[in-house]
């Protein structure tokens, strides 16, 4: 049996990778996995906290396209990350994986509020936690909330799940002969301007010390090998 590296992580799923290749809203087929992955990594005694983005329904600021007030663009992003969280918990709890969901704005009726005594009880009673709603506040990634959510929650690293296979020097899709990094510091991330998160997220990561694994979704198993130290993705650190 594998032997988790770390005893407590924060997920950070990117929406588009969740959507697979219908490129936008839910795919099931890609959720059902991703969630029997969690479900290993939970069984191993890993408490886990999850951050999902958005993008697959809407990006905020980007999708309002100077047309809306960038406050509301946002807040509708917000939304759309309870949509996700909403969804993996249900693929969770029918895995008979326990599971709450926390969100950084007030929806009573459909999750709890989040408070970070809460979450960390929660995760150490085992039982997998979703933070929704980003930072809950506009003009603040979901990176940028899966850091703060990582630091509140003493995790020891971020599994930074996207839909490439790590980092590279330029974009992969445009350039066949693009370099993948084994590994980088915090400061060649923000030199290099490499977007692995944004620069507010990689500061406070630097600040922080938390290294972060990128890698591909694609094959849900990764999230199982970065949980246990296999050598996987780019390593920021």
Not at 67 to 93: F, W, Y
Not at 140 to 150: E, I, K, Y
Not at 222 to 232: D, L, M, T
Request: charged share 25%; with cysteine.
């Amino acid at each position: 049996m594998n032997i988790p590296k770390y005893k407590r992580v924060l997920l950070k799923i990117s929406g588009e990778a969740l959507a697979g290749d219908k490129k936008t809203g839910l795919n099931l087929d890609v959720i059902t996995p991703v969630c029997s992955a969690i479900k290993k990594c939970n069984e191993l005694g890993v408490e886990i906290g999850i951050v999902i983005g958005g993008g697959n329904f809407w990006r905020g600021v980007k999708d309002g396209g100077g047309k809306m007030k960038r406050t509301r663009a946002d807040h509708m992003g917000m939304l759309s990350t309870v949509i996700h969280a909403l969804a993996l918990a249900d693929s969770l709890e029918q895995q008979g994986v326990p599971v709450r969901v926390q969100t950084a704005l007030s929806m009573q009726q459909i999750a709890e509020p989040y408070i970070w005594q809460r979450a960390i009880r929660h995760l150490e009673k085992d039982r997998v936690v979703i933070f929704g709603c980003g930072t809950g506040n506009p003009y603040f990634s979901t990176d940028t909330a899966a850091v703060l959510r990582a630091v509140e929650i003493n995790a020891e690293v971020i599994l930074l799940a996207k839909n490439i296979d790590g980092v590279y020097d330029s974009d992969p899709i445009t350039n066949p002969d693009a370099k993948k990094f084994d590994s980088l510091s915090y400061m060649e991330v923000i030199r290099r301007e490499l977007r692995v998160m944004d620069t507010t997220a990689t500061s406070l990561s630097m600040d922080n010390k938390i290294p972060v694994i990128v890698f591909a979704l694609k094959d849900p198993e990764n999230i199982c090998r970065a949980v246990c130290g296999e050598k996987i993705g780019t390593v920021v650190n």
